[in-house]
């Protein structure tokens, strides 16, 4: 069977560099669907993504898209993937339809199969209204959604998007998120590299966690919880000092609460305990933004290794 | 059927970036009409009718080679700033037919000019002689500052730089060289280095096509405008191959 999306030992060091801005990253993308990159600011997604969509050249290693190599079989590639790039722009006086509609056409549709495209992926991101507006004169929600649809309309086997609701507000994230699932069931998979947690759990049929250009972890999302210890969480505010609360879990600070993780029967005992000390005390499962905190967390600093 | 579909992307995408542009904002066309007439009425007033000839060819060359270093600062803004090259990096369109859809778009920008300081030119000579160097001069000095462009833009890291180098070539290839002015005008011992720039030869054609020769044969000049061309296409088409390293 051909895989869809397939990293072998893949490498980049950019050209006046000695940082590995991807090192050896391997993993399949198991089976159509969606897939999610995560990882904190320079952890190579937009490298590992570029590499992909063949746009740059790696320094070791191989990455297949539909079974095809993208360094040596790049022009074949090309024709089976369309991409959303990382904080894109549409042209300024360009209304939402010269952009899908003129962008199908220069890929090679005829102009009856680009016009009804184009209409369509305008209703589905709710653009109507906006289809003949130069885009300079729109929101920078309704840009994304332009660019969003210029990748969506092709139909393309595999769409990278890049960062997709980036800037956008939770209504508009709703919106792409849907049409995103929906582009999976009709046309083809998506590769899509995310800072939202929530996106990816909401989203993902796999995740693979980079770490400053390595593998941290994959997996489904039920995968990746369960590698953390802890199934829940528990947030206190005062009541108990740091020590009384590391006895039932491990504790971190956020924003000036301290969030235990625990177990089940660690989690009752800690809620009853708090309730008999009158402290507010909140329970829930583990999320996989804690999941994802858990794995980098000891990277320390962003490393920001991107082109020179 | 692939170089059909090639020519039928660069078009479309020459015509995305131009004239879709100016019906949409009929600003951007302004600057490039005008700017070689305001150096004509320049020179004009300066020193009189007798500069006209030169003054024509000169601001043909010129216009020329705006519409092909207007392309540093639009291919890299298309590729930096709009993140649109990445799209069609990411399509079947090739990485030639792109090229040529951005020079081509300048072109187009720059076409209402041209046609005018063309039958301009003309007028002086109105023959199918001087028509058939008008359109060989236009093909050569297009290509050959487009290519140029295009390859400089690969190599700007920001905007900015984009257009200073954009204006910067413009001088070297128009303003400098002996294209508004006769090539005898330079001190010999400066001679060697006025024909170097292509621009100056073809200037040296135009003018000898309406009657002002030179002390160079001008097949000198369309052998080294030749071979610039074909050089600077070869560069271009070497980095348009989409990939970084």
């Known amino acids: ?308 | 059927m692939k170089m059909l579909q090639n020519l039928r992307s660069l078009f479309i995408l020459a015509y995305m970036f131009s004239i879709l542009w100016i019906v949409r904002n009929l600003l951007s066309l302004i600057y490039l009409f005008f700017a070689p007439f305001t150096v004509l009425f320049l020179l004009y007033a300066l020193v009189g009718s007798e500069v006209l000839p030169y003054a024509l060819v000169g601001a043909y060359v010129m216009t020329l080679v705006q519409a092909g270093s207007a392309i540093i600062g639009d291919a890299a803004w298309h590729k930096l700033e709009l993140k649109f090259q990445d799209m069609i990096v990411a399509s079947p369109v090739s990485e030639v037919a792109y090229l040529l859809a951005e020079a081509l778009s300048e072109l187009l920008y720059s076409a209402p000019a041209l046609l005018i300081l063309s039958s301009l030119i003309l007028h002086f000579r109105p023959d199918i002689f001087t028509l058939g160097n008008l359109l060989a001069i236009t093909v050569l000095v297009w290509l050959l500052t487009s290519s140029l462009g295009f390859f400089i833009s690969t190599y700007i890291p920001n905007i900015r730089n984009a257009w200073q180098v954009s204006l910067l070539i413009g001088l070297i290839l128009a303003v400098l060289p002996p294209v508004f002015y006769p090539i005898e005008r330079i001190p010999e011992n400066l001679l060697w280095a006025a024909y170097i720039p292509p621009t100056a030869h073809a200037a040296l054609i135009l003018r000898n096509s309406i009657g002002f020769t030179s002390n160079l044969d001008v097949t000198y000049s369309w052998i080294i405008l030749l071979a610039y061309t074909v050089a600077f296409l070869a560069l271009a088409t070497y980095r348009a191959q989409w990939r970084e390293k």
């Open chain 1, 1 to 308: 069977m051909v895989e869809t999306f397939e990293c072998a030992n893949l490498t980049k060091i950019y050209k006046g560099s000695e940082k590995r801005a991807l090192d050896n990253v391997s993993f399949k993308m198991p089976s159509s669907g969606i897939l999610t990159l995560l990882g904190r600011n320079g952890a190579g997604k937009t490298t590992l993504l570029r590499i992909a969509t063949t746009q740059l050249l790696p320094t070791g290693g191989s990455v297949r898209v539909l079974g095809l190599d993208v360094v040596s079989e790049a022009k074949k590639v090309r024709e089976h993937i369309s991409v959303l790039p990382q904080e894109g722009r549409p042209f300024p006086p360009l209304t939402p339809w010269d952009h899908i509609y003129y962008t199908l056409l220069a890929r090679g549709l005829s102009r009856v199969e680009a016009k009804i495209r184009a209409k369509k992926v305008i209703e589905d991101l709710e653009l109507v209204e906006y289809a003949s507006i130069p885009s300079d004169r729109l929101s920078g929600g309704l840009r994304q959604r332009i660019l969003l649809a210029m990748a969506l309309a092709t139909y393309a086997e595999l769409v990278f998007l890049d960062e997709p609701t980036l800037g956008l507000d939770a209504v508009n994230q709703r919106k792409i998120w849907a049409m995103v699932r929906d582009y999976c069931k009709r046309y083809g998979s998506i590769v899509l590299t995310t800072h939202s947690l929530n996106e990816a759990e909401v989203l993902s049929d796999y995740i693979v966690v980079l770490d400053r250009g390595r593998v941290a972890a994959q997996g489904t999302v039920d995968e990746l919880k369960s590698m953390v210890p802890y199934r829940f969480r528990v947030d206190v505010s005062g009541g108990f000092s740091r020590e009384e609360l590391s006895s039932y879990g491990k504790v971190v600070e956020v924003a000036g609460k301290m969030r235990v993780f625990l177990d089940e029967a660690a989690a009752k005992d800690l809620t009853l305990d708090g309730v008999r000390k009158r402290v507010k005390v909140s329970v829930s499962p583990t999320t996989l933004e804690d999941v994802f905190i858990d794995l980098v967390e000891e990277g320390g600093q962003d490393e920001d290794v991107t082109e020179p």
